[in-house]
């Protein structure tokens, strides 16, 4: 399998490398990744300005793929039709850190990531882990590949991401996924309020208050509860029903 990864902390994140890592002992990989940091861009491209992929090299000379100064919806573009040595046959995303739960899946530039994958008809998937201090990469790349590897592609919708989140709680790669909705319920509508040097006020986004749990299991309450959370996202714009009732109001 040809694999293309990419995240949205940076070409030399740990989560990525350990990632690359696992999955390159069976299969081909290569890697287009951000400069820095672009965490909370979701599917943000760069038009403004060029974008300069500056080739990776390992202790070898091998080309292992491009750091570029742009999103992750721009590398994986730029990998997919530019730069990777072959068509992918599965997008990666990850592994953030962070996880990457709720309605935060709309604003995460890991998932941005694969969703602009998605969008030329590849499969994608996007990994993430709880960011604590001794964040397990090697355990979260074990548990998401070999969740990854059982999934049949063919038979999920056009243009979904498969969402993996890996709790701190875990400890073990024998584990049973929760195959989850994504919590829709608002969150971190709270602001951290002061003022800075120059005397102006600010207003510092927090991730508080948590959402209020929905009535069924979805992948914030799994999380929350130790378990690896699988979710599929969906890239279609549409609303149907949303369309059919606005075309009624006005026939």
Known sequence: MKVLITNDDGFFARGLKTLARH????????????QTEQSGISQAITFLRPLNPNQVFNKQQQCTGYSVNGTPADCVKLGI??????????????????????????????VGG??????????????????????????????????IEKIQWEKLPDK??????????????????????VETNPLGYHFQKGVDPKKR?????????GPE???F????????????????LSYDPNCPAGLNALSNQFE
């Open 23 to 34: 999955i390159e002992q069976q299969h081909d990989v290569f890697i287009v990744a951000p």
């Open 81 to 110: 039709h530019e730069l990777a040595p072959w068509r992918p046959d599965l997008i990666v995303s990850g592994i953030n850190f962070g996880l990457n739960v709720g309605i935060n899946v709309n604003h995460s530039g890991t």
């Open 114 to 147: 694969a969703f602009a994958g998605s969008m030329f008809g590849i499969p994608a998937a996007s990994i993430s882990i709880e960011g604590t201090e001794n964040a397990d990469f090697a355990l979260a790349a074990e548990i998401s590949w070999s969740i």
């Open 160 to 181: 979904s991401v498969v969402n993996i989140n890996v709790p701190r709680q875990v400890q073990s790669a024998d584990v049973t996924p929760a195959f989850v909705p």
């Open 201 to 209: 006020h600010f207003f510092w986004a927090t991730n508080a208050p």
């Open 213 to 215: 749990p929905s009535p």
């Open 217 to 232: 299991l979805t992948d914030t309450q799994a999380v929350f509860a130790g378990r690896v959370s699988v979710s599929t």
